[in-house]
């Protein structure tokens, strides 16, 4: 199997910046395509971004211009830079890491999550 930690969420104000890392250890060799999700209250799960192995990256239409998504395959590392952040960010971030894009990310791996709060 393989296990995903993330760090980096935080309250911050609308306008400023944050970071979230994603560490993931055990089955690497199952792990092509990492990528972050978002569930805000009352709300279903979306992805935000993702990345596979090659360096191809997805975005959300909402996040295009604002976010950033970076991988360091030596350290197993997924990052998300989330810049002029908005109180519509607000939700808990979760990585996910699967084997393809083909199948969905239910099929992969889940973080525990990290919460973003993005106050106006």
């Known amino acids: 199997q393989v296990q995903l930690v993330e760090s980096g969420g935080g309250l911050v104000q609308a306008g400023g910046s944050l970071r979230l890392s994603c560490v993931a250890s055990g089955r690497i060799f199952m792990i092509n395509v990492m990528g972050w999700y978002r569930q805000a209250s009352g709300k279903q799960r979306e992805l935000v971004a993702d990345?596979?192995?090659?360096?191809?990256?997805n975005y959300a239409d909402s996040v295009k211009g604002r976010f950033t998504i970076s991988r360091d395959n030596a350290k197993n590392t997924v990052y998300l830079q989330m810049n002029r952040l908005e109180p519509e960010d607000t939700a808990v971030y979760y990585c996910?890491?699967?084997?393809?894009?083909?199948?969905?990310?239910?099929?992969?791996?889940w973080g525990q999550g990290t919460q973003v709060t993005v106050s106006s």
């Open positions: 990345i596979d192995s090659g360096g191809t990256t």
């Open positions: 996910n890491a699967r084997l393809s894009r083909v199948l969905g990310p239910n099929f992969g791996s």
